[in-house]
């Protein structure tokens, strides 16, 4: 499962947030810290082995936690990798809803134009 494969337009979220929600949605979108933050709590369970630290950006976090499910001598292979395509499901279906957020975010206004004195 591909991210872009899962992205919706902009435009979809028309029938379910109202003006307000979307103005909000921006802020939230165009601040980087809060949008860090709230992956991190969103996935922290899938993240927090080893792969959050305070202050920066969180990381893939299946590099880690499946590395810790890999070394449990109690599973099956054949559960270990229903636990694994699992984590990566879910991590790919936030991470799409997190890309769909950046759809939100505010674009920097354009340059004004001087008009031009000579006319």
């Given amino acids: ?11 979809n979220f028309n029938d379910v947030l109202d003006e ?22 969103l996935l922290y369970t899938i993240y927090s082995a080893g792969s959050l630290h305070k202050g920066k950006k969180p990381y893939n976090p299946t590099e880690n936690v499946l590395l810790s499910f890999g070394a449990n001598m109690n599973l099956t292979h054949e559960e270990k990798g229903r636990i694994a395509e699992s984590m990566v499901t879910g991590v790919t279906i936030v991470e799409q809803g997190f890309r769909a957020l950046e759809m939100f975010k505010k674009l ?5 134009q001087e008009a031009n004195p000579q006319k």
């Fill in 20 to 41: 307000y929600e979307r103005k909000k949605l921006e802020s939230v979108a165009s601040d980087d810290v809060v949008m860090n933050a709230l992956k991190k709590i």
């Fill in 108 to 112: 920097p206004d354009s340059p004004k």
């Fill in 1 to 11: 499962m591909q991210l872009d494969e899962l992205l919706v337009p902009r435009s």
